[in-house]
């Protein structure tokens, strides 16, 4: 069976965005306008597509990533049916609890058109966004919602994105009209502008620049044809003879630039009032890449680990990566995952070169938000969902088992705040563990585990909003009734000195005995050079690194893995309050074993000993998650807001101004932060609204540390 569609006319692209920008109102827009509904959905009634769970209907925002396939002509090519290109859209959350489902996204789109709000501009979740598309170098189309909305400023919010993003920006558009009189765009290739008529703006219709902004669409005209000419030395020599140069040839060169991230496009518009979003599809279809413009995947072969890459052709190899689980009520276990190259059926055998096991892939479907629509075969480039394949979690590779490559694994941030959860009865508790295990799957950064000591349940995660959505998934979707504790933080421990520690464990009981003897140097782990090398006998993990340092076999190697996963386990207990120790070097650098008397157990707990020893002594601390606080607030609010935030440990940075508003950025404690939402709401009237983002671990204070510890003893 051949596919169905060139792989030219693929755009795979993601809708990603600040919370409140308009991602949701302006994918529920491409639905309609691609014919794929026919009543726009709205955020404020509850009723759209790709805000489907109930959590999200209630709450107005995003939490899951919803994937739509759909069909675009572009509005210059009319009725040309031979010009429609299939669109594979991920409408992702903007709230920064959520934000694993933006960075897993990333990794498999080839594309982005990232909102924002025309009020706002660049806001705090635009940023980390942004950052995550420029992690996975995705090319970027920028769209400037919300022009309607009052004190709206298109300059402002384009200034935003050069100041805050990048100065690579360039101006498509520029709006009609402002706030109530915001009408159309012209855009500035063409030199057209476009009004939006008909039932809920469907018909574009093309006309005269208004003649108050003929000058200024010159003016800006030049600008961007220069940042396109730039580009290419051909174009630009004969810009610079003074030729005119044909908008096709400009558009071509566009492309190319958009593709290797030279160029951002920035559009402009207004979803809700149903102006300006045929526009940006058109954008996405001259400007974004196909699967075919992009590099070749990247990724190792599991049995040689030398590095190997698959290019967008049904006819190599399949390749393809998990990048998602969903369990649905209905048809059970989806895993979403993107194809790179090659093609597989239904009923095919798959082989997960991450666990080195095959499974059988039952049903392919592709993904309508929650609707589904089964598929014979899918192919390189494209996006779908496996049905009943249990084995699979994200981030792992499935491949043509005789061809076998693990692809580049997605990151993820990790967990800053935890808490107890319980089962309120038995029946309850039969069902949690299932439930938390599915949950855990879906989401990586929400994270289970037992505590030793009183044997409770601990979850984690990224806030807690997201906590809070887990255990109402919990009850809706398993039936789980359960109760929690109170959120705690998720500190660590780390050393700030060194120490050599020598341990010998010996045990003597009458037949064999036990005996393990090692040395032991610990300090602070360094940050990794860029471009340098580790040497063969250095094991470095995200937070961890061991050295073996052991020659002339005064501890045979079978005793060295003993000895990592004893000092693993250390560190996993910590040594002041019981948190995991992190940023840690450990180096084995000497010991001694016994021919009868020595054994792996023996080791291991030589290892746990020592490592617990010199934590003790190389200077241990404790670290606490450090929050990005923005909070926009009425002038008037300025000073409690400020007295709030440093009588938190809080360090403000930065005080601006955004409209009629003030800005206040801060770095604050995610200790200090629980009830501050609360507690802003009382101060400002419910006027001033908080955003927070994970910065980074600091050092915390010894009187707080000290008061931290007791609590734990």
Same mark, same amino acid.
């Given at each position: 069976?051949?596919?169905?569609?060139?792989?030219?006319?693929?755009?795979?692209?993601?809708?990603?965005?600040?919370?409140?920008?308009? #991602?949701?109102?302006?994918?529920?827009?491409?639905?309609?306008?691609?014919?794929?509904?026919?009543?726009?959905?709205?955020?404020?009634?509850?009723?759209?597509?790709?805000?489907?769970?109930?959590?999200?209907?209630?709450?107005?925002?995003?939490?899951?990533?919803?994937?739509?396939?759909?069909?675009?002509?572009?509005?210059?090519?009319?009725?040309?049916?031979?010009?429609?290109?299939?669109?594979?859209?991920?409408?992702?959350?903007?709230?920064?609890?959520?934000?694993?489902? @933006?960075?897993?996204?990333?990794? @498999?789109?080839?594309?982005?058109?990232?909102?924002?709000?025309?009020?706002?501009?660049?806001?705090?979740?635009?940023?980390?966004?942004?950052?995550?598309?420029?992690?996975?170098?995705?090319?970027?189309?920028?769209?400037?919602?919300?022009? /309607?909305?009052?004190?709206?400023?298109?300059?402002? %919010?384009?200034?935003?994105?050069?100041? !805050?993003?990048?100065?690579?920006? @360039?101006?498509?558009?520029?709006?009609?009209?402002?706030?109530?009189?915001?009408?159309?765009?012209?855009?500035?290739?063409?030199?057209?502008?476009?009004?939006?008529?008909?039932?809920?703006?469907?018909?574009?219709?093309?006309?005269?620049?208004?003649?108050?902004?003929?000058?200024?669409?010159?003016?800006?005209?030049?600008?961007?044809?220069?940042?396109?000419?730039?580009?290419? /030395?051909?174009?630009?020599?004969?810009?610079?003879?003074?030729?005119?140069?044909?908008?096709?040839?400009?558009?071509?060169?566009?492309?190319?630039?958009?593709?290797?991230?030279?160029?951002?496009?920035?559009?402009?518009?207004?979803?809700?009032?149903?102006?300006? @979003?045929?526009?940006?599809?058109?954008?996405?279809?001259?400007?974004?890449?196909?699967?075919?413009?992009?590099?070749?995947?990247?990724?190792?072969?599991?049995?040689?680990?030398?590095?190997?890459?698959?290019?967008?052709?049904?006819?190599?190899?399949?390749?393809?990566?998990?990048? #998602?689980?969903?369990?649905?009520?209905?048809?059970?276990?989806?895993?979403?995952?993107?194809?790179?190259?090659?093609?597989?059926?239904?009923?095919?055998?798959?082989?997960?070169?991450?666990?080195?096991?095959?499974?059988?892939?039952?049903?392919?479907?592709?993904?309508?938000?929650?609707?589904?629509?089964?598929?014979?075969?899918?192919?390189?480039?494209?996006?779908?969902?496996?049905?009943?394949?249990?084995?699979?979690?994200?981030?792992?590779?499935?491949?043509?088992?005789?061809?076998?490559?693990?692809?580049?694994?997605?990151?993820?941030?990790?967990?800053?705040?935890?808490?107890?959860?319980?089962?309120?009865?038995?029946?309850?508790?039969?069902?949690?563990?299932?439930?938390? %295990?599915?949950?855990?799957?879906?989401?990586?950064?929400? !994270?289970?585990?037992?505590?030793?000591?009183?044997?409770?349940?601990?979850?984690?995660?990224?806030? *807690?909003?997201?906590?809070?959505?887990?255990?109402? !998934?919990?009850?809706?979707?398993?039936?789980?009734?359960?109760?929690?504790?109170?959120?705690?933080?998720?500190?660590?421990?780390?050393?700030?000195? %060194?120490?050599?520690?020598?341990?010998?464990?010996?045990?003597?009981?009458?037949?064999?005995?036990?005996?393990?003897?090692?040395?032991?140097?610990?300090?602070?782990?360094?940050?990794?050079?860029?471009?340098?090398?580790?040497?063969?006998?250095?094991?470095? *993990?995200?937070?961890?690194?061991?050295?073996?340092?052991?020659?002339?076999?005064?501890?045979?190697?079978?005793?060295?893995?003993?000895?990592?996963?004893?000092?693993?386990?250390?560190?996993?207990?910590?040594?002041?309050?019981?948190?995991?120790?992190?940023?840690?070097?450990?180096?084995?650098?000497?010991?001694?074993?016994?021919?009868? /008397?020595?054994?792996?157990?023996?080791?291991?707990?030589?290892?746990?000993?020592?490592?617990?020893?010199?934590?003790?002594?190389?200077?241990?601390?404790?670290?606490?998650?450090?929050? #990005?606080?923005?909070?926009?607030?009425?002038?008037?609010?300025?000073?409690?807001?400020?007295?709030?935030?440093?009588?938190?440990?809080?360090?403000?940075?930065?005080?601006?101004?955004?409209?009629?508003?003030?800005?206040?950025?801060? #770095?604050?404690?995610?200790?200090?932060?629980?009830?501050?939402?609360?507690?802003?709401?009382?101060?400002?009237?419910? !006027?001033?609204?908080?955003?927070?983002?994970?910065?980074?671990?600091?050092?915390?204070?010894?009187?707080?540390?000290?008061?931290?510890?007791?609590?734990?003893?």
């Amino acid at each position: 069976m051949s596919r169905d569609y060139p792989l030219e006319k693929v755009r795979n692209f993601g809708i990603i965005a600040h919370i409140d920008a308009g #991602k949701t109102t302006t994918s529920e827009r491409i639905l309609f306008y691609t014919g794929m509904s026919h009543k726009i959905g709205e955020v404020h009634e509850g009723n759209t597509v790709t805000d489907w769970m109930e959590q999200e209907r209630e709450r107005g925002i995003t939490i899951t990533a919803a994937a739509i396939t759909c069909f675009w002509v572009p509005t210059y090519r009319g009725a040309d049916i031979s010009a429609k290109v299939r669109f594979n859209i991920i409408d992702t959350p903007g709230h920064i609890d959520f934000t694993s489902e @933006v960075k897993r996204s990333m990794r @498999v789109l080839d594309g982005a058109v990232v909102v924002f709000d025309g009020v706002a501009g660049v806001e705090p979740q635009s940023e980390t966004n942004w950052r995550y598309a420029e992690e996975a170098e995705v090319p970027r189309i920028c769209y400037i919602n919300k022009l /309607d909305r009052t004190g709206a400023s298109f300059e402002k %919010s384009y200034a935003s994105i050069l100041e !805050r993003l990048s100065t690579k920006a @360039v101006r498509m558009q520029i709006p009609i009209g402002l706030e109530d009189k915001f009408e159309g765009v012209v855009d500035l290739l063409t030199m057209k502008a476009f009004h939006f008529e008909g039932e809920m703006g469907a018909q574009v219709v093309a006309g005269e620049i208004p003649a108050n902004l003929k000058d200024e669409a010159e003016i800006l005209r030049h600008e961007l044809v220069e940042r396109i000419v730039e580009n290419d /030395d051909a174009l630009m020599q004969e810009y610079l003879e003074g030729k005119e140069i044909a908008v096709d040839v400009l558009k071509k060169a566009l492309r190319k630039a958009v593709v290797e991230n030279k160029i951002f496009p920035v559009y402009t518009g207004s979803s809700l009032k149903n102006k300006g @979003v045929q526009l940006v599809l058109d954008g996405v279809v001259d400007y974004l890449p196909s699967p075919l413009d992009l590099p070749a995947a990247k990724g190792h072969n599991p049995d040689t680990m030398e590095p190997e890459t698959r290019v967008s052709d049904d006819a190599a190899p399949f390749a393809a990566l998990v990048f #998602k689980l969903q369990v649905d009520p209905f048809v059970g276990a989806l895993s979403f995952f993107r194809v790179y190259s090659g093609s597989i059926k239904a009923g095919d055998f798959i082989y997960n070169a991450t666990t080195r096991k095959k499974e059988r892939l039952g049903r392919i479907v592709r993904l309508q938000a929650d609707k589904r629509e089964d598929l014979k075969e899918v192919f390189a480039g494209e996006i779908a969902a496996g049905v009943g394949l249990k084995e699979v979690k994200i981030g792992q590779t499935l491949c043509d088992e005789n061809h076998p490559i693990i692809l580049e694994a997605i990151i993820f941030p990790e967990p800053v705040i935890s808490m107890r959860i319980e089962p309120k009865t038995k029946v309850d508790q039969e069902k949690m563990g299932m439930a938390l %295990s599915r949950l855990s799957d879906e989401d990586p950064t929400f !994270r289970v585990a037992s505590d030793p000591e009183t044997l409770e349940t601990i979850v984690s995660g990224m806030g *807690e909003l997201h906590l809070e959505i887990i255990v109402d !998934r919990m009850r809706r979707e398993f039936g789980v009734e359960a109760t929690t504790g109170k959120p705690q933080v998720a500190y660590r421990e780390t050393v700030q000195g %060194s120490a050599d520690v020598e341990y010998k464990h010996i045990k003597q009981t009458g037949g064999r005995g036990q005996y393990g003897h090692v040395k032991i140097r610990v300090k602070p782990m360094e940050p990794l050079v860029e471009g340098k090398k580790l040497k063969n006998n250095v094991d470095r *993990e995200d937070h961890f690194e061991f050295i073996n340092a052991i020659k002339g076999g005064v501890i045979p190697q079978e005793y060295i893995q003993p000895v990592k996963k004893g000092i693993i386990e250390a560190m996993e207990r910590g040594i002041q309050a019981g948190f995991p120790v992190v940023d840690v070097s450990v180096e084995l650098y000497d010991g001694s074993y016994h021919d009868v /008397d020595s054994s792996e157990i023996a080791f291991k707990l030589a290892a746990i000993n020592a490592m617990q020893e010199a934590m003790r002594q190389a200077k241990p601390v404790l670290l606490e998650p450090i929050m #990005k606080l923005e909070v926009v607030t009425p002038e008037k609010f300025m000073g409690d807001v400020t007295g709030s935030i440093n009588s938190k440990r809080g360090q403000i940075e930065a005080m601006g101004e955004r409209g009629q508003v003030k800005v206040i950025t801060a #770095k604050v404690p995610l200790s200090e932060l629980f009830g501050f939402t609360t507690q802003l709401r009382s101060l400002t009237e419910g !006027r001033a609204v908080p955003n927070l983002e994970f910065s980074h671990y600091a050092i915390v204070p010894k009187n707080v540390a000290d008061e931290i510890v007791a609590s734990r003893k």
